[in-house]
């Protein structure tokens, strides 16, 4: 593991344009397609394990706190994000929240408790049927999605009044694919101080996982918010991580066009409908939209950075 010492000697913020403009280079910038299915994602795994622990570590700290409490589904996001932050601050600085609901896959609480025991980290578990059922009783039409969102939420909700509870800060677990394609609930799964997972893709997770050693039934778990009972991403987004990470790539990362992509031999219904899910939900990766009145508004004229004054 990364060794608090080692971290402790990082600046992130002198390391991180340097870093991140070596893994660009070395295995990102040169992997423009010719033709379909021939985007490469794979990086530079050291390089990368090393940015995004000092950047837990250093964005923690900088802000005064030295603790992190993290909600562990059981699945692979809020595994690799325990991970980071144990390497990054220690095991006695990491504290995990499993928050199952009744319909919830057994899976989910033992797969999440492997992880707190191979990182020998704090654990508590709090259910959130009593809470869920109290209010859907009153509301016994609502749909999955509503129900869904309401179970995020929930369970953020615990997570940042653990934080006042454990002096910490609420670490995030939404990889890029997620907040990209809208696949998450606002202030919900989407809501933390920090995500190290946040630029990463969803096949990114996975290999970098797989090089830091994550158990393999969470690696090659099917991708699951287990929100309702048979719930998988992939079913309910209708295409596969592997073949959308691509296009998003190639969207976001390299600015090509829809119609470029196109032409290159990806499905036309398939490259407009992940565009169009990205423009839909932009106003889920903004702050609240505020009215102008005065000379300097919040989010359009007075805007600094999060750590100003530290």
């Given at each position: 593991m ?9 600046n ?7 870093l991140?403009?070596?893994?660009r280079m ?11 299915k ?13 940015l ?7 964005e923690?700290r900088?802000i005064?706190?030295n ?6 589904s059981?699945?692979?996001d809020?595994a ?5 932050a ?5 095991k006695?600085?990491?504290?995990a929240?499993l ?7 057994s899976?989910?609480?033992?797969d999440?408790l ?5 990182l ?11 809470m869920?059922?109290?209010?859907f009783?009153?509301?016994p ?12 939420r929930e369970?953020?909700s615990i ?9 910490a ?7 890029k ?6 696949y998450?609930?606002?202030f ?18 996975s ?5 830091i ?8 778990k099917i ?17 596969t991580y ?14 090509y ?15 407009n ?12 990766r903004?702050?609240?939209?505020i009215?102008k009145?005065?000379?300097r508004?919040?989010?359009?004229d ?9």
């Amino acid at each position: 593991m990364f060794v608090n010492e080692i971290v402790s000697r990082l600046n992130y913020n002198l390391i991180s344009e340097k870093l991140q403009s070596l893994i660009r280079m070395l295995n990102m910038e040169d992997k423009i397609p010719k033709s379909v299915k021939k985007v490469d994602l794979s990086m530079c795994n050291e390089g990368v394990h090393k940015l995004l622990t000092a950047f837990i570590y250093q964005e923690t700290r900088k802000i005064g706190f030295n603790r992190v409490v993290i909600g562990v589904s059981g699945g692979i996001d809020s595994a690799l994000s325990s991970y980071l932050a144990v390497d990054a601050l220690g095991k006695e600085n990491v504290v995990a929240y499993l928050m199952p609901y009744r319909e919830s896959s057994s899976s989910s609480v033992t797969d999440g408790l492997a992880v707190c025991d191979a990182l020998d980290i704090e654990r508590h578990i709090i259910e959130i049927s009593p809470m869920i059922d109290s209010y859907f009783d009153k509301f016994p039409d609502a749909d999955n999605n509503r129900r869904g969102n309401k179970m995020a939420r929930e369970r953020m909700s615990i997570l940042y009044d653990q934080s006042v509870k454990q002096n910490a800060l609420v670490l995030g677990t939404s990889n890029k694919s997620e907040l990209l394609l809208g696949y998450s609930t606002l202030f919900g799964d989407m809501a933390s101080a920090i995500n190290p997972l946040g630029d990463l893709y969803k096949t990114q997770v996975s290999e970098l996982s797989k090089y830091i050693s994550l158990p393999e039934t969470v690696v090659n778990k099917i991708p699951s918010a287990d929100l309702w009972e048979g719930q998988t991403d992939e079913a309910e987004l209708g295409f596969t991580y592997f073949d959308v990470d691509e296009i998003l790539y190639l969207l976001v990362d390299r600015r090509y066009r829809a119609s470029e992509i196109i032409k290159l031999g990806y499905d036309e219904k398939f490259v407009n409908r992940v565009y169009e899910m990205i423009k839909n939900s932009q106003f889920k990766r903004t702050i609240p939209v505020i009215a102008k009145l005065s000379h300097r508004t919040i989010g359009k004229d007075f805007r600094y950075l999060r750590d100003w004054g530290k």
